[in-house]
């Protein structure tokens, strides 16, 4: 069950401790479960996934009180404006072949990373997404395509393309490729977050752990996963509306992400 206790702090203040339940527990769900098991402030009361093996041995390895393999029964009683206007906005999230063949199986690119920067596109413009039209290219013939690339149309007339390539070529070392672009009529950012800046080479080959995402430091999980889940713990904790990622944001970037799909089924332009 997910709930609130109450924590006590390093110079003796009382905080909430923030309750916390993990719906799916593949290879994001169960990184998430690790960093929340490893904060002070939280509590990782439950876990939930549909196979009851893998169910009862993240239960055990992290020590949680309670799993689910029905997430219905888990939510039971549980109810700068210096770039001028944003125009347009590009990013992409690129994984190798070798690790994307058993993913496709449950889930394609555009909803399985694609989702993640149409958030941060909502996020950016401060707009809506109104339309999208997105074409995939299944190359292996998996469940779900191999290449998803899609193209959002804002309330604000802003351009967004999102292009999500789960087949980098044999040999390219795990890591997202990923990089982000935002363009606005008096400025610009970009984001090179996939540099290489770790290579390790030994006889099995080149390898380039990561660095930014969920690096293993002294047997814990760091990186931007950590500090994601600690700022949306800490919210919880403080009683305090998240302010940068809101869950009405999260639902509509998902609302967007299955409306391109439904484009690239189609292939017709779909109303969001």
Not at 94 to 112: C, D, H, Q, Y
Not at 208 to 234: K, M, N, S
Request: aromatic share 8%.
């Amino acid at each position: 069950m997910l709930g609130v206790g109450m924590w006590s702090g390093t110079w003796g203040e009382t905080m909430r401790a923030v309750g916390y339940g993990v719906i799916g527990l593949g290879f994001f769900g169960e990184k998430h479960a690790a960093v929340v098991a490893s904060l002070p402030q939280a509590e990782l009361r439950a876990v939930c996934t549909r196979r009851a093996e893998r169910l009862q041995e993240v239960q055990r390895r992290l020590g949680v009180p309670r799993a689910y393999q029905d997430y219905h029964e888990l939510l039971e009683r549980i109810r700068s404006g210096a770039l001028g206007q944003v125009v347009s906005l590009y990013a992409r999230r690129n994984i190798p072949a070798a690790r994307s063949a058993t993913v496709l199986e449950k889930i394609g690119p555009l909803l399985g990373d694609g989702v993640h920067d149409t958030d941060l596109m909502l996020w950016m413009t401060g707009a809506k997404i109104v339309s999208a039209y997105a074409l995939t290219h299944s190359v292996r013939g998996l469940k779900n395509p191999d290449i998803g690339w899609a193209m959002y149309r804002f309330d604000s007339g802003a351009v967004g393309v999102i292009e999500d390539v789960w087949l980098l070529p044999e040999g390219t070392p795990f890591r997202i490729h990923e990089q982000l672009e935002v363009l606005g009529t008096q400025g610009a950012v970009y984001v090179h977050g996939g540099d290489t800046n770790l290579v390790i080479q030994d006889r099995q080959g080149v390898d380039c752990p990561d660095t930014l995402y969920w690096p293993q430091v002294h047997g814990e999980t760091a990186g931007a996963l950590r500090a994601e889940i600690d700022y949306f713990v800490g919210c919880v904790a403080k009683g305090l509306k998240p302010t940068v990622v809101t869950p009405e944001e999260a639902r509509a970037a998902v609302a967007a992400v299955a409306a391109a799909e439904r484009s690239a089924r189609t292939g017709k332009i779909v109303r969001v």
